[in-house]
DNA sequence: CTTTTCCCGTCAGGTAGCTGTAATAAACAG
DNA sequence: CTGTTTATTACAGCTACCTGACGGGAAAAG
């Protein structure tokens, strides 16, 4: 398995370069999000372990920009932040799975290991719908065969329909998905989004059920 | 999606189970690992949520156990932060994923949709009735294979008379139905609305039980 | 730092289609 | 045949929904 490691503390960074080495990984280790670019442009990674704090940046932009480029290198984040909104918008962003500095080095092990089992011989499945190509790993969305780019509420309302295909969706669900249950919202929102949604993917895709929600339409 | 969740204590279970459900899933919930093997062998899941810790043994063999038959399952451990080689442990047993209890909420639903992402969506269980096929859950009726639009208060009247089939309903019951209890309606509404439910399903499929109300066709 | 761009929530005006009502026809029981 | 119950059709009101526009705000660009 080649691993990319994007990490810029030197005594961190050698001992997981040890332990991935020591499992009979190979190991490329940068510390900039900019030579990471370009390793991951130059070569295939079965893995990535992204730091999230760079000195030349964030690494969550990083990975939003890499899902949106349709790049599915499994990525596991490494974070100091212990905070849990952090960690949700980690995977959120596109990750695959995070771990909280300091970690075990055993658990490291762990979840390569998960990684790599889970992503073997799996290449994308693709969801068709009419004219459109949908990678639920990736996030994206083909129309086509052009790449459409939804934004992170548009896509989070589509991935839903697209997992519960036929099947309605009320207004309230919806907007479980796009908020935690404790925000409140008033104003049609969601009818917006929807909106937005169908000029990108074509008004036929999302069926109105006047009264008790929506539905993705018949293929 | 349907989750099997096992978990022994009482108030975080029932925590876990309205959160599920209120993401649009459906949820089983069993305290003991027998049952949990009865559930997984009588119905397909796809996730669970396994709780390591149980009154009749513990998780993880149960884990194994199940992989060792080929079950691919989707597995979440919940277990207590004091148990890291437990979670080592469970990742290499076969599970996909781990949270530590005390858990966010939140958390459950990001990880939840990041096993929902690689979900690709088991059919509903459909009822039929002579050439309808009807999905409870996803609210729709084809008839001859051909998606009919019902209506909501459609949909409501049909879905009761599919919960009690044979039996007959009254139209005071009927109109207790799509009204609240103290909503007083004058007029043949009920009739009007069985007639346009019989024009898209088929006369014949509610039959009128004089003096009585209405009850389904025979399949 | 300033400028630009893009995303998102809100609002208002317009539209479509569901739904209740009533009038009329049909079916049924005695 | 007569009275009663149910079917069907037409229609108008109204509610849920659609969509273009706007501004705040955050991130990216300069």
Redesign the pocket.
Known sequence: MRVLLVEDDTVLGAGVRDQIKAEGHSVDWVTRLDDAADYIAAATYDLVLLDLMLPD??G??FL??LRKRGDVTPVIILTALDQISDRIDGLNAGADDYMVKPFDLAELSARLAAVARRYTGNPNPLVEIADLEVDLAAKSVRRQGKLL??????WVLFEGFVQHPGQIIS?AQLEDR??AFDI?????????????L??KLG?EK?????????RLGET
């Open positions: 940046g964030r969550l932009p939003q920009n780019s939804l934004t992170a509420r548009e207004k796009l908020y409140e919202i008033e104003s049609n929102t969601i009818e917006v989004h929807i909106s937005r169908r000029k008004r999302i069926v109105t059920v006047r009264g008790m929600g929506y």
